[in-house]
């Protein structure tokens, strides 16, 4: 009948769609997450006098914490990361890495001046600024290069040379707009 033949539809194209379709929920989950976190860390509403040291702090502790949480996820209770489902265990490895390296950033960009030294490179502010087109063409690049390279079966140095240009085209285009855009407000 009518009935069963649309619901054997839905449910093929459900299937068909799973990955996308859960992975909706947990890359939400991780945006917020990653949103509440930034609140907590970069943006907190303190004295503008102590808020270098407030930031240094409590990014190594969400670090810490992520990376204690991840651990007992993925060794304690056996669940392995998945890119795929986007599951809690990816979140956290997700949210220990970005928060591991934003605190390394914090410390490099803080360690010459305290907070006046902290302006971010201008290639941050370009990514920042752009990061949809970013976002767009790196996705773009990333499909070209798994259509025109053997990437399983490339040697090491072939590795990365297709890093390096694919590096050197998604961080060139936001500088590149920024300029162009830049020139335009002139």
Same mark, same amino acid.
Request: aromatic residues 10%.
């Given at each position: ?16 769609? =799973? ?5 909706? %929920?947990?890359?939400?989950?991780? =945006? ?13 509403? %303190? ?11 409590? #990014? ?16 304690? #209770? ?33 360690s010459e001046g305290g907070e006046s030294a902290l302006s971010a490179p201008r ?7 752009f990061g949809l087109p970013v976002f767009f063409v790196s996705n773009i690049l990333?499909? #070209?290069?798994?259509?025109? %390279? ?12 297709v890093l390096s240009v694919y590096l050197m085209a998604v961080c060139g285009l ?13």
């Amino acid at each position: 009948s009518s009935y069963d033949s649309t619901w054997s539809s839905l449910c093929s194209a459900v299937v068909a769609n =799973r990955e996308g379709i859960l992975g909706i %929920v947990g890359y939400w989950s991780l =945006r917020l997450l990653s949103e509440s976190t930034a609140r907590y860390c970069i943006w907190p509403k %303190v004295d503008p006098h102590t808020i270098t040291n407030l930031r240094q702090r409590r #990014l190594l502790i969400a670090s810490v914490t992520f990376w204690a949480l991840h651990f007992f996820i993925k060794t304690i #209770l056996g669940v392995p990361n998945s890119r795929r489902s986007t599951n809690v265990s990816f979140i956290l490895w997700s949210m220990a890495q970005n928060t591991s390296v934003l605190c390394l950033i914090h410390v490099a960009m803080t360690s010459e001046g305290g907070e006046s030294a902290l302006s971010a490179p201008r290639i941050f502010n370009s990514i920042n600024k752009f990061g949809l087109p970013v976002f767009f063409v790196s996705n773009i690049l990333t499909g #070209l290069v798994n259509l025109l %390279v053997d990437t399983i079966h490339s040697s090491n140095e072939m590795a990365m040379w297709v890093l390096s240009v694919y590096l050197m085209a998604v961080c060139g285009l936001p500088l590149l707009l920024d300029k162009i855009f830049d020139k335009d407000k002139r």
